[in-house]
């Protein structure tokens, strides 16, 4: 990514969320396009290849991609939650899982991104 070291750490791991996500969807469409190659889904593909593109020259995010990443880091750290429990450490990873999410959303609505669960704050 090209930002500049932010001291902020809401926005380094909203960063780190914002840009896994991008890059897996982007090779999630990447290849369905290969396999398919049916040209709306490599348009998808190319549409999803421009929007990392823009995130990492240029820090610019569609509001809905900043909604599917809350909602990406929420369905992780269940996940997290869920794996975490079965070990002697889970409450401390599944704390971190919590704690990432609402840096996520932290962040996101310090840049001005109306997210869709605004109301429940507590995940």
């Given at each position: 990514m090209n930002h500049q070291p932010d001291e902020d750490p809401d926005a380094t791991v909203a960063r780190e969320a914002i840009d896994e996500y991008l890059t897996a969807r982007s090779e999630h469409w990447r290849?369905?396009?290969?396999?398919?190659?049916?040209?709306?889904?490599?348009?998808?593909?190319?549409?999803?290849?421009?929007?990392?593109?823009?995130?990492?020259?240029?820090?610019?995010?569609?509001?809905?991609?900043?909604?599917d990443v809350v909602e990406a880091a929420k369905q992780n750290a269940a996940r997290e939650r869920r794996e975490a429990m079965a070990?002697?450490?889970?409450?401390?990873?599944?704390?971190?899982?919590?704690?990432?999410?609402?840096?996520?959303?932290?962040?996101?609505?310090a840049q001005g991104y109306v997210l869709a669960d605004d109301v429940a704050e507590g995940e």
């Open positions: 290849q369905i396009a290969i396999a398919t190659r049916d040209s709306d889904r490599q348009a998808t593909y190319h549409a999803a290849e421009n929007r990392l593109t823009r995130w990492r020259e240029h820090g610019e995010l569609d509001s809905w991609v900043a909604n070990t002697p450490v889970g409450s401390a990873v599944a704390e971190a899982a919590t704690q990432r999410v609402q840096a996520v959303r932290r962040w996101c609505r």
